[in-house]
């Protein structure tokens, strides 16, 4: 398997290629959700099952093109305000290109 090279990338091209990537892996019924500006904490959406568990998945994807520390720093509090912002959802999925 190929290696990305995440520093050819920036957060429109993530955003494009985890909406393909979560599209082929869960299904067509995947909502992606591209408006530009803030999301309000949604990236994705998807109701239904995946591996044995069903609910309401909330996705949010995180492209940083910064040092892995300082990334994994940012992530870290923006994982913060992210679970505040959680409503009926029983799934939290982020979305990264940092190794954490």
Sequence with gaps: MDQILWETYNPLDF????????TFEISKS?????????DTGYDGKY???????????RF????HKTARKEAFRSI???LQSELKKINDEDHLIILTNTLL
Excluded: R, T, V
């Design 15 to 22: 955003q494009a290629f985890c909406n393909a990537l979560l």
């Design 30 to 38: 995947y909502i992606a959700f591209n408006a530009p500006g803030k």
């Design 47 to 57: 109701i239904g099952e995946y591996d044995g568990k069903s609910g309401i998945w």
């Design 60 to 63: 949010q994807c995180k492209f």
């Design 76 to 78: 870290k509090k923006s």
